[in-house]
């Protein structure tokens, strides 16, 4: 046998037994036809039983951390009804926790009133500029030789009577809101009052015997809501015929407004609110945008 036959015999002893070991080797067995398949061969999904098992698996929390627990539903809120202007209690009635039981947002509190503040703003200052003025183009001196300042116009902002340079148009101070935020601020602030006894829920028909400013006086002094103890905001559903002329002369102790005219600022500015349930029923219907869900429709009319 010559060199060649010799090298070939060897070649072939050696590739034998590294194909011996390959397969005597159980992590080669393993991983074997792993390293025989092509790269674009997708793997099978487990199977339901191993899926089952990975969704049967309990988690155990940190040291320290407490299990997790799905968030219960919040309870109603139970509020008073009371008679006015006896103040006695008549029954009780149930209202949404997202409706009088809302976390304090500050945040969202402020951002309301600012947009109401600057939806009154009138925005009627006016001045004229030089070309309003009624007055001639002509230079009042010539422009050198005088040994004074240059000066061109009657008109000209540096005199008295001329235009007023720079100064306040016409305009709208108006911001916007989104009607989600801003409702959530009417239910944040009245369930700000909620929280701190300053709500108080009275019988529909809010109105006194008589309209006279006396009287409602000592109605506020008897229930401690005048002057003293930061005063008191009325809210009914529409005007009454004797409760509205007697507090027209009683500022300092409270007012009185209609469901249609109170704002945010309102609910939060005076000691507590004493609204009508008719009046409360009315403003969460109206600010529950962000509350209810709408779909939208493909017919458009």
């Known amino acids: 046998m010559g ?15 590294s194909n011996q070991l ?26 339901e039983e191993v ?10 929390p940190l040291r320290g951390e407490a299990p997790y627990q799905p968030a219960a539903a919040a309870s109603p809120v139970l509020t008073t009804i009371y008679n006015f202007p006896t103040m006695e209690p008549m029954r009780f009635e149930h209202y949404p926790a997202n ?26 200052a006016s001045t004229k500029w030089r070309d309003d003025v009624h007055y001639g183009g002509r230079k009042i001196r010539p422009q050198k030789g005088t040994g004074k300042a240059r000066l061109g116009d009657r008109r000209s902002p540096m005199l008295r009577g001329g235009g007023v340079a720079f100064g306040p148009h016409p305009r709208d101070f108006s911001t916007g809101l989104p009607k989600k935020m801003y409702d959530l601020a009417w239910r944040t602030a009245l369930s700000y009052r909620y929280k701190k006894g300053e709500l108080i829920i009275v019988e529909d028909g809010m109105d006194i ?10 109605i506020f002094e008897s229930n401690q809501w005048g002057n003293r103890n930061g005063r008191s905001l009325l809210v009914a559903a529409s005007v009454r015929t ?24 309102d609910l939060l500015e005076m000691g507590r609110v004493v609204v009508e349930k008719s009046a409360l029923d009315g403003i969460l219907r109206a600010h529950q945008s962000d509350l209810v869900k709408t779909v939208p429709s493909a017919i458009r009319h």
């Open 22 to 47: 390959i397969w005597a080797d159980p992590l080669a067995q393993c991983l074997a036809p792993r390293f025989s398949r092509s790269m674009a061969t997708e793997t099978q999904l487990p199977g």
């Open 209 to 218: 015997e008589y309209p006279k400013t006396r009287f409602i006086k000592q």
């Open 3 to 17: 060199p060649r036959g010799t090298t070939s015999c060897l070649r072939t002893l050696r590739q034998s037994l």
């Open 242 to 265: 004797n409760l509205f002329p007697a507090l027209r002369d009683a500022g300092e102790d409270g007012r009185v407004l209609t469901e249609d005219d109170v704002d945010v600022k």
């Open 99 to 124: 409706y009088l039981n809302l976390p304090l947002r500050r945040d969202i509190l402020h951002r309301a009133v600012i947009y109401e503040g600057d939806a009154t703003r009138q925005g009627t």
């Open 51 to 60: 899926l089952q098992s990975f969704a049967n698996t309990h988690i155990t």
